[in-house]
């Protein structure tokens, strides 16, 4: 009997092989990737302000050395190699899933220039520092020129690919695989029609929050910081915080967690954006060890780590459970300022519902507009409706019609957010959409954990980090983002759980 071809048997060892040789190249790409993100971390914290550009070449070298290995030839043969292994293995198996996300990085970069790839990573290194300045001095004119750059930058990255009805969905496929602008635009639209009704009918309510600004000494906010971290819960000697002017979060493994909060010591601010980088940072923390050192030990889309991040802030930190436990420490901390202030008017002040200039600080009911607003604005720029220099005109347009507040200077406006300078153009939306999550990752914890609300008011978190972790963190990237909400849930987005929260919340007096 003759037959063609090798026995399946006899080529076990060649793939076993091959996914060696594949995973070994995967790993290197990954810790380059994780150095990038050293780098940036530094550049926005420690670094000397006279390092940026040399700070540009660094981060460039990194994002060269890091693509040019991704479309080595030897990884698309190990792939096309590796392709009857990988239908032979169960799809959820941390190989298999490997293979999957792996092919889709390789496809997706071989289509880029490497050349292409280093100058919009030193573009956005480069324009960072003057985004600072530019912020600082509120002149939009001294940030235009980078911002151009780097708009840029991005057209001819959206050039390599093949051409589709929206040009944008190709950017917003780097932080949300899978979504379509179409689609964002609708959910978007669904949450308009309803907040926007919702913000007036809430405008004119009388909450006094007074109480939250005066004298709040940085050293005792930063103390609360580091408490609110350990309250919520990590392994030891993992983390770091470190003041910023832009908070975020970054890593350099799992192990290296690094988050960033701003501080103001006239205001006390630093605690929701210390909560909200938590979730990043728990994300990142929580990934399976097994394949901790590859790419897919990362999230499954920006948008679900914002439902993270959103989840600790607002669904933890803004709720009432939370402040019984931890209200009596902040008034320990600042009895000048919250000594004489009830629980009561606390919570209710912290959960003022008011429109305001700055998205970071703006409170659950209004955040959405801020987000909304900045999609449309990144819409209308690549559809060829706003050059880059009208753009502190259309942005002062859009929240006077948005939120009804003017825009008094370019800092708290047009400038107040890093991400066009950074280069991350196509990012916004996953703001609100992981917002909207936050609220359906959130209900399905409640009824997974009928006592949850009375654990927080106890102070004990470990049964909703466990749950995160085994529901969505260890996924890490092996799913696209909404098979990863689907197994969590059992849906996928949808924006009326958000809408109802937020009606629930804010459709009657705040009352403790």
């Known amino acids: 009997m003759s037959r063609s071809g090798a026995d399946p048997v006899d080529t076990l060892p060649a793939m076993a092989?091959?996914?060696?040789?594949?995973?070994?190249?995967?790993?290197?790409?990954?810790?380059?990737?994780?150095?990038?993100?050293?780098?940036?971390?530094?550049?926005?914290?420690?670094?000397?302000?006279?390092?940026?550009?040399?700070?540009?070449?660094?981060?460039?070298?990194?994002?060269?050395?890091?693509?040019?290995?991704?479309?080595d030839p030897e990884i698309g043969r190990l792939l096309d190699e590796l392709a009857p292994l990988e239908a032979s293995l169960d799809p959820d198996s941390t190989d298999a899933a490997t293979i999957r996300v792996a092919r889709r990085d390789y496809e997706k970069a071989v289509r880029v220039p490497s050349e292409l790839s280093e100058e919009?990573?030193?573009?956005?290194?480069?324009?960072?520092?003057?985004?600072?300045?530019?912020?600082?001095?509120?002149?939009?004119?001294?940030?235009?020129?980078?911002l151009e750059r780097n708009f840029e930058l991005?057209?001819?990255?959206?050039?390599?690919?093949?051409?589709?009805?929206?040009?944008?969905?190709?950017?917003?496929?780097?932080?949300?695989?899978?979504?379509?602008?179409?689609?964002?635009?609708?959910?978007?639209?669904?949450?308009?029609?309803?907040?926007?009704?919702?913000?007036?009918?809430?405008?004119?309510?009388?909450?006094?929050?007074?109480?939250?600004t005066g004298d709040f000494p940085v050293d005792r906010q930063i103390t609360l910081d580091h408490e609110i971290v350990e309250l919520f819960g990590h392994r030891p000697d993992t983390w770091r915080i470190d003041p910023t002017e832009h908070p975020f979060a970054s890593c350099a493994g799992i192990d290296d967690i690094r988050i960033t909060t701003h501080y103001y010591p006239d205001a006390l601010k630093s605690i929701f954006s210390t909560m909200h980088e938590y979730g990043h940072g728990l994300y990142q923390h929580q990934f399976p060890r097994e394949f901790a050192h590859l790419p897919i030990a990362s999230a499954a889309s920006y948008g679900l780590h914002e439902s993270q991040s959103r989840l600790w802030e607002n669904l933890v930190g803004r709720s009432l459970p939370f402040w019984r436990f931890f209200y009596p420490r902040v008034q320990e901390l600042f009895p000048e300022a919250l000594g004489g202030v009830e629980l009561e008017r606390?919570?209710?002040?912290?959960?003022?519902?008011?429109?305001?200039?700055?998205?970071?600080?703006?409170?659950?009911?209004?955040?959405?507009?801020?987000?909304?607003?900045?999609?449309?604005?990144?819409?209308?720029?690549?559809?060829?409706?706003?050059?880059?220099?009208?753009?502190?005109?259309?942005?002062a347009e859009k929240m006077h019609e948005y939120l009804g507040v003017e825009v008094p200077d370019d800092a708290r406006g047009v400038l107040q957010d890093m991400?066009?300078?950074?280069?991350?153009?196509?990012?916004?939306?996953?703001?609100?959409?992981?917002?909207?999550?936050?609220?359906?990752?959130?209900?399905?914890?409640?009824?997974?954990?009928?006592?949850?609300?009375?654990?927080?008011?106890?102070?004990?978190?470990?049964a909703l980090r466990t749950w995160?972790?085994?529901?969505?963190?260890?996924?890490?990237?092996?799913?696209?983002?909404?098979?990863?909400?689907?197994?969590?849930?059992?849906?996928?987005?949808?924006?009326?759980?958000?809408?109802?929260?937020?009606?629930?919340?804010?459709?009657?007096?705040?009352?403790?």
Request: hydrophobic residues 40%; glycine residues 6%.
């Open 419 to 462: 991400h066009w300078g950074a280069g991350h153009i196509g990012y916004f939306a996953t703001y609100l959409l992981g917002t909207v999550m936050s609220v359906q990752i959130w209900e399905k914890v409640l009824e997974d954990v009928p006592d949850l609300e009375e654990q927080i008011e106890r102070g004990e978190f470990t």
């Open 17 to 71: 092989d091959a996914l060696q040789q594949l995973t070994s190249r995967l790993a290197d790409i990954h810790s380059l990737d994780m150095l990038s993100w050293l780098l940036d971390w530094d550049q926005r914290t420690t670094m000397p302000v006279g390092g940026g550009a040399h700070r540009a070449d660094h981060l460039a070298l990194v994002e060269r050395l890091g693509h040019e290995r991704l479309i």
């Open 120 to 146: 919009m990573a030193r573009a956005a290194a480069e324009s960072v520092p003057l985004w600072l300045e530019a912020k600082a001095t509120s002149n939009f004119e001294l940030f235009l020129p980078v």
């Open 346 to 395: 606390f919570y209710a002040g912290i959960n003022k519902a008011q429109p305001s200039l700055i998205r970071i600080e703006a409170d659950e009911v209004t955040y959405g507009m801020h987000v909304i607003l900045r999609f449309e604005l990144e819409q209308d720029i690549f559809n060829g409706r706003l050059e880059l220099r009208d753009l502190p005109q259309r942005w």
């Open 154 to 212: 991005r057209r001819r990255y959206i050039d390599c690919f093949e051409p589709r009805d929206e040009p944008y969905d190709i950017l917003l496929d780097d932080f949300e695989p899978e979504m379509r602008s179409a689609e964002v635009t609708r959910i978007f639209a669904e949450i308009r029609d309803e907040l926007v009704p919702l913000i007036a009918q809430l405008r004119d309510r009388e909450i006094d929050d007074s109480f939250l």
């Open 468 to 512: 995160l972790e085994v529901n969505v963190h260890a996924h890490g990237r092996k799913y696209p983002p909404q098979e990863v909400l689907r197994r969590a849930v059992g849906t996928t987005i949808d924006a009326k759980p958000y809408l109802a929260y937020l009606k629930k919340k804010y459709g009657a007096p705040v009352t403790a």
